[in-house]
């Protein structure tokens, strides 16, 4: 398993430096366009093409910020348990969190399928949007593997607890 877990932080930073580059590129194309707009020579598909970033930010952000805690968690009333609830409690969390992310994940390629075969494209542009959600849905099976390897974690952090 550690291989895979590997692998996943490999392709986890690799996600984590699309993502970058597709913010860079979202505060450009936008400044530009601002610019543009000013001197009457708008980038035509700006709003697309900023859209389409913004997924893809989104997208290959969740399995680094998964992996790094960083999503906001209420934790008030988790923090009067003991240890080994509060790990329950997580398992508990990131096992409902893995079903529905998987089946988010398995509907997402059988959407990007149909959009492909439908040939549906982007309005102004032309771009055939399925290559985005391809990209979402091969994001979040990423993810899925995440919150799979902290279940890993908290079933060790579990067993510890056991042993003490």
Same mark, same amino acid.
């Given at each position: 398993m550690d291989i895979i877990f590997k692998a996943l932080n490999k392709f986890s930073n690799i996600l984590k430096f699309i993502g970058a580059l597709a913010l860079v590129g979202m505060?450009?194309?936008t400044v530009v366009d601002v610019i543009g707009r000013f001197f009457k020579y708008p980038i035509f598909g700006s709003v697309e093409l900023v859209g389409f970033m913004a997924t893809i930010v989104v997208a290959t952000a969740l399995p680094y910020t998964y992996k790094v805690e960083g999503h906001v968690g209420v934790?008030?009333?988790?923090?009067? =348990?003991?240890d080994k609830t509060q790990i329950i409690i997580d398992i508990i969390?990131?096992?409902?969190?893995l079903v529905l992310f998987g089946l988010i994940t398995w509907q997402m390629?059988?959407? &990007?399928?149909?959009?492909?075969?439908?040939?549906?494209?982007?309005?102004?542009?032309? =771009?055939?949007?399925?290559?985005?959600?391809?990209?979402? &849905?091969?994001?979040?099976? &990423?993810?899925?593997i995440t919150i799979i390897e902290k279940?890993?974690?908290? =079933?060790?952090?579990?067993?510890?607890?056991?042993?003490?």
């Open positions: 505060m450009l194309l934790e008030i009333l988790v923090r009067l =348990f003991s969390t990131r096992l409902v969190s390629f059988l959407y &990007a399928k149909e959009i492909h075969h439908t040939g549906e494209v982007s309005m102004n542009l032309e =771009f055939p949007i399925y290559y985005i959600i391809y990209l979402l &849905a091969f994001c979040l099976v &990423a993810f899925s279940l890993f974690e908290n =079933f060790k952090q579990l067993k510890e607890l056991k042993t003490k």
